[in-house]
């Protein structure tokens, strides 16, 4: 079992930057991929972006790609989402989640992950 905890969310003005942690306790990541979701009011749950924890790889949704970066931390066995020029359209909850078949084309599908934080929210102000 993986329990995931994630946190720095808030509010921010368009163009702000923000980073989200997700902690693991349990088990350590070890060969999982590890992804950031987010879903907005009404809205399904999109990949943002994904880690493999073992070779650092990553994927990133195209609406973020250059804005938002993923990284781990393998001594606190944290995964970051760092987050930069945010504008409006990224307000949602973010999750973050980890499969622990690790890297493949499945990580772009939110059902394929087995464990999952429980989100926090993130608001970009206008």
């Known amino acids: 079992q993986v329990q995931l905890v994630e946190s720095g969310g808030g509010l921010v003005q368009t163009g702000g930057s923000l980073r989200l942690s997700c902690a693991a306790s349990?088990?350590?990541?070890?060969?999982?991929?590890v992804g950031w979701f987010r879903q907005a009011p009404g809205k399904e749950r999109d990949l943002v972006g994904a880690?493999?924890?073992?070779?650092?790889?990553?994927y990133y949704a195209g609406s973020v790609k250059g804005r938002f970066t993923i990284s781990r931390d393998s001594a606190k066995n944290t995964v970051y989402l760092h987050m930069n020029s945010l504008k409006p359209e990224d307000t949602a909850v973010y999750y973050c989640?980890?499969?622990?078949?690790?890297?493949?084309?499945?990580?772009?599908?939110?059902?394929?992950?087995?464990?999952w934080g429980q989100g926090t929210q993130v608001t970009v102000s206008s």
């Open positions: 880690i493999s924890w073992s070779t650092g790889n990553t």
């Open positions: 349990g088990r350590t990541f070890s060969t999982h991929a």
């Open positions: 989640a980890a499969d622990s078949r690790g890297w493949g084309p499945h990580i772009v599908r939110a059902y394929e992950y087995d464990y």
